[in-house]
């Protein structure tokens, strides 16, 4: 099955539909599983439904790529530059972060103590994060692009 492609004369003059378009291109060199394609072509349909005119069409286009980019990282694995290290960053402040803060409040009885595992949890996170983002790396499912 092959990516439908987006209707880019229509949304010529929406940013959003260039960063969807950059996306889409990126897609079509790599090989995806017949299921993510559809439910691609699902979300393109839908933005080549949508009218010029329509009301927040910028979001409407960007929310599409969202889900797009949802799909890929939830089923093949392909994922954004950087985007384990920003899942982790604070994922790693509150699970490491937190509780190491409390513990040394707990041994030292002190409350300013609490604030010093949110760094520490934060250096966790982000470096768990990029060593993830590196093996993603290794293994081609990256894409060129960087959303955050």
Do not use: C, H
């Amino acid at each position: 099955m092959e990516l439908l492609s987006l209707n880019s004369e229509k949304f010529e003059k929406v940013g959003a539909a260039l960063e969807l378009e950059l996306l889409l291109k990126d897609l079509e060199v790599r090989e995806l599983p017949e299921n993510t394609v559809a439910l691609i072509n699902e979300q393109i349909k839908e933005v080549n439904n949508l009218s010029p005119e329509a009301k927040n069409l910028s979001k409407k286009i960007k929310t599409a790529e969202s889900r797009i980019l949802n799909l890929l990282a939830k089923g093949p694995g392909i994922v954004p530059k950087n985007y384990y290290t920003t899942l982790w960053l604070p994922l790693g402040m509150s699970a490491f972060g937190l509780p190491i803060g409390t513990a040394i409040f707990a041994i030292t009885g002190n409350v300013a103590f609490i604030g010093i595992g949110l760094p520490i949890g934060m250096a966790v996170g982000s470096y768990y994060g990029s060593s993830l983002d590196k093996k993603a790396e290794k293994e081609d499912r990256v894409l060129n692009i960087d959303k955050q």
